[in-house]
């Protein structure tokens, strides 16, 4: 997670700075032994041009998928598997699921 350079909040954090500000939540349901987890990180995240974009527009949060909060967002959000990926309003509304890519360009259309 290092490598991308983006703030990194807990989701319930997240949220609470989603409320104040306007911003949706980027949430990131990763594992940190998983590999596709990692290439999204260093291919996708760590991007520029994505980290910019994410910066200026959403809170991201990562969400461990072997913890309490992982079990209680796959739960909560209907989610299985990572690296997942959604945008969720303060209120904890899931407003859209982010297809799983490992393109820059892909990943910020979808956004």
Known sequence: MDST???V???TDALT?????GKPVLA?????WCPSC???DSEVLANESVRAKIEKDYIFARIEYES??????METYNVRGFPNLLLIDGD????????????????????
């Open 5 to 7: 350079g983006l703030e």
């Open 9 to 11: 909040l807990a989701f």
């Open 17 to 21: 700075k989603s409320k104040e500000t």
């Open 28 to 32: 990131d349901l990763s594992a940190i």
């Open 38 to 40: 990692r290439r999204l």
């Open 68 to 73: 309490e909060e992982g079990a209680a967002f």
């Open 92 to 111: 904890g509304k899931k407003l859209k699921n982010l297809p799983t890519t490992f393109s820059p360009d892909a990943f910020l259309a979808a956004l």
